[in-house]
């Protein structure tokens, strides 16, 4: 944007600071009436025949653009691929393993790449990385969908699986999580100190009692 001095145009379409159409005045007359209000003139529309100029305070304007843009960079979803590898002939452990750790990263609202690497004569039977990918994506299928289904590249088959959840919702869903187990340890801190005060001694519990009529400030 063109400011003040720098707009070097004949006359321009004024603008007022409150959006009011002043109408067109020569930049001399525009440049004048900014410094009389202590504002700047500012070219808002350069292709405008005269140039559109408004006056502002410009300080403010880059200020409050800047303040929105890092808003704005803040609410924004980054798409976050992540990726597990598994062989054809992988075993019933380490494939419950690798399936735990796909349902994390659905339920994080993350993408997840799923390897399939064949080795030697593996690279003869697709099939087996075919049917384990068609496995994985029915056990997880409540969390997330196929988003690019089974294929081969090179000596790898690939799968992409998409979270059911959008990134947001996933982290309002474990904020609240987190909220509720905490407020359950509170709970259960709080059932606990009554427990110990109900089974406290009755002599004690009465000593207590004749501390604080005698002094209520004193911290026991």
């Keep these: 944007m ?22 067109i005045v020569p930049t001399d007359q525009a440049l004048k009436l900014a410094q009389e209000a202590d504002l700047d003139l500012v070219e808002i529309a350069p292709m405008g025949k005269p140039p ?23 609410n924004q979803t980054n798409v976050i691929i992540k990726e597990m590898k598994l062989r054809p002939k992988i075993d019933q452990h380490d494939y419950e393993t690798k399936k735990g750790h796909v349902v ?13 690497m064949f080795r030697g004569r593996e690279q003869h039977r697709p099939e087996l990385g075919f049917r384990l990918l068609q496995k994985l994506a029915e056990d997880v299928q409540e969390l997330g969908f196929v988003e690019s289904s089974p294929k081969q590249d090179g000596r790898n088959m690939i799968m992409v699986l ?9 982290k309002l869903e474990v904020k609240a999580a987190k909220q509720e187990a905490a407020a359950e340890r509170d709970a259960e801190k709080a059932a606990e100190h009554a427990e110990r005060v109900a089974h406290q001694p009755s002599t004690q519990r009465k000593q207590k009692r004749a501390n604080e009529a005698l002094d209520p400030d004193i911290d026991l």
């Design 2 to 23: 063109r400011i003040n001095e720098r707009i070097r145009v004949p006359e321009v379409r004024l603008v007022g600071p409150n959006g009011e159409t002043v109408g």
């Design 52 to 74: 559109v100029c408004k006056l502002m305070d410009y300080g403010k304007f880059k200020y409050e653009n800047a303040q929105k843009a890092r808003e704005a960079r803040r």
């Design 104 to 116: 994390r990263f659905l339920k994080a609202g993350d993408k997840v790449k799923i390897t399939i």
């Design 162 to 170: 998409g979270p059911n959840k959008k990134k947001a919702e996933a």
